[in-house]
């Protein structure tokens, strides 16, 4: 009922900046969009959260004063803009939805549609 499609990965070097972008297409209700990471041989992991309805945002602490999720101009989406990238900020991204207002790190499993991905590569 839902597509999710990530976008804006690629290379970049410690410290630089990379904005990812979301977009879910469908007709099926999201309220809360979620951003995960993983890397192999690890769990999925939340990163950042945001509301559909009243923007309100959460992070992981990991990225807290780096990272800022935010939703795009429709509230169709969300973007994901990560400044001071480290290298351990390595992974593949994703992106995902529920009709759960959500708060607090999220949890993959409360996520419905997921996207398919898009990797991150962070160069020192």
């Known amino acids: 009922q839902l597509q999710v499609v990530e976008s804006g990965g690629g290379s970049v070097q410690t410290g630089g900046s990379l904005r990812l972008s979301c977009k879910a297409s469908?007709?099926?209700?999201?309220?809360?969009m979620a951003w995960f990471r993983q890397i192999p041989g690890k769990e999925r992991e939340g990163v950042a959260g945001?509301?559909?309805?009243?923007?309100?945002?959460y992070y992981a602490d990991p990225v807290k004063g780096r990272f800022t999720v935010s939703l795009n101009h429709d509230a169709s989406g969300s973007y994901l803009q990560m400044n001071d990238v480290k290298v351990d900020d390595t992974a593949m991204y994703y992106c995902?939805?529920?009709?759960?207002?959500?708060?607090?790190?999220?949890?993959?499993?409360?996520?419905?549609?997921w996207g398919q991905g898009t990797q991150v590569t962070v160069s020192s």
């Open positions: 469908g007709y099926a209700i999201w309220r809360t």
């Open positions: 995902a939805t529920t009709r759960a207002i959500d708060s607090g790190v999220p949890e993959p499993q409360q996520y419905d549609y």
């Open positions: 945001v509301g559909r309805a009243d923007g309100r945002t």
